[in-house]
T-cell receptor, first 111, second 116 residues
Framework: DAKTTQPPSMDCAEGRAANLPCNHS???????VYWYRQIHSQGPQYIIH???NNETNEMASLIITEDRKSSTLILPHATLRDTAVYYC????????????FGQGTTLQVKP | GAVVSQHPSWVICKSGTSVKIECRSL??????MFWYRQFPKQSLMLMAT?????????EQGVEKDKFLINHASLTLSTLTVTSAHPEDSSFYIC????????????FGPGTRLLVL
C-alpha cells in the first residue's frame, strides 16, 4: 500500500466536527483513498473512500487535495460513539485488494 | 447491506487442539476474503488472502500448515488454527470484498481466541 502518515491521536469535543488528516504523498493516479475505523474490540468499519473528488455519505465527508497527496476525513458532529481508531489506507493496485493497516489515529471524543 | 459475520465470537481451547473460525458474507457474494490477526494494542496484520475455489495466499511469516484456510463457496471462508498454542491467542478478523462496490472490503466482528 502507498505509505500513509496519520497523527497518532486526536481529541474532539462532543458535537463538534472532527477533522482527521492523512498524508499519502506517494499515491498513484488510479489509487483510491479508503477510511476505516475500529471501535474497541470490534472489527473495522468501512467509512468512505474517494479517488479525486470530495465525497460525502451518511457517516462522513472526505476531502482530497487537488494534488491528491493528502486527505481529511470529517465527522461533522462527533459523538461519544465515534471514539475509535481511524485508519487511512491507500491500497496498491497491484496488491489485489489487500488492505495494509498502519497505526491509525486514535480519536477520543470528549463530553 | 454488506454484512459479514463470524462464528464463534469467542473461543477458549486447550493447547494442542484445533479451532475452526467461520466467516460468512450474508448479503453479497465475495470471491475474495481476507484474514487478519490483531494482538492487544497493535494494528491489524494481514495473514492471508482467500479466493473462492483456489488455494489461499499467505503473507510472509504466516505458516500455511498451521493456519488452514478454505474458501469453498462465494459466501463462506474458514480459518482453522491447528495445534493451537498460547501464543496463537489473538483477535482474528475476516473481511470480504464486494466487487460491485469498487472493491470495498467489509469486516466481520472478529473472533477472540484464548488458548490455555
Amino acid at each position: 500500500d502507498a505509505k500513509t502518515t496519520q497523527p497518532p491521536s486526536m481529541d474532539c469535543a462532543e458535537g463538534r466536527a472532527a477533522n482527521l488528516p492523512c498524508n499519502h504523498s506517494t499515491i498513484s493516479g488510479n489509487e483510491y483513498v479508503y477510511w476505516y475505523r475500529q471501535i474497541h474490540s470490534q472489527g473495522p468499519q468501512y467509512i468512505i473512500h474517494g479517488l479525486k473528488n470530495n465525497e460525502t455519505n451518511e457517516m462522513a465527508s472526505l476531502i482530497i487535495t487537488e494534488d491528491r497527496k493528502s486527505s481529511t476525513l470529517i465527522l461533522p458532529h462527533a459523538t461519544l460513539r465515534d471514539t475509535a481508531v481511524y485508519y487511512c489506507i491507500v491500497p496498491r493496485l497491484s496488491n489485489t485488494g489487500k488492505l495494509i493497516f498502519g497505526q491509525g489515529t486514535t480519536l477520543q471524543v470528549k463530553p | 447491506g454488506a454484512v459479514v459475520s463470524q462464528h464463534p465470537s469467542w473461543v477458549i481451547c486447550k493447547s494442542g487442539t484445533s479451532v475452526k473460525i467461520e466467516c460468512r458474507s450474508l448479503d453479497f457474494q465475495a470471491t475474495t476474503m481476507f484474514w487478519y490477526r490483531q494482538f492487544p494494542k497493535q494494528s491489524l496484520m494481514l495473514m492471508a488472502t482467500s479466493n473462492e475455489g483456489s488455494k489461499a495466499t499467505y503473507e510472509q511469516g504466516v505458516e500455511k500448515d498451521k493456519f488452514l484456510i478454505n474458501h469453498a463457496s462465494l459466501t463462506l471462508s474458514t480459518l482453522t488454527v491447528t495445534s493451537a498454542h498460547p501464543e496463537d491467542s489473538s483477535f482474528y478478523i475476516c473481511s470480504a470484498r464486494e466487487l460491485a462496490r469498487q472493491e470495498t472490503q467489509y469486516f466481520g466482528p472478529g473472533t477472540r481466541l484464548l488458548v490455555l
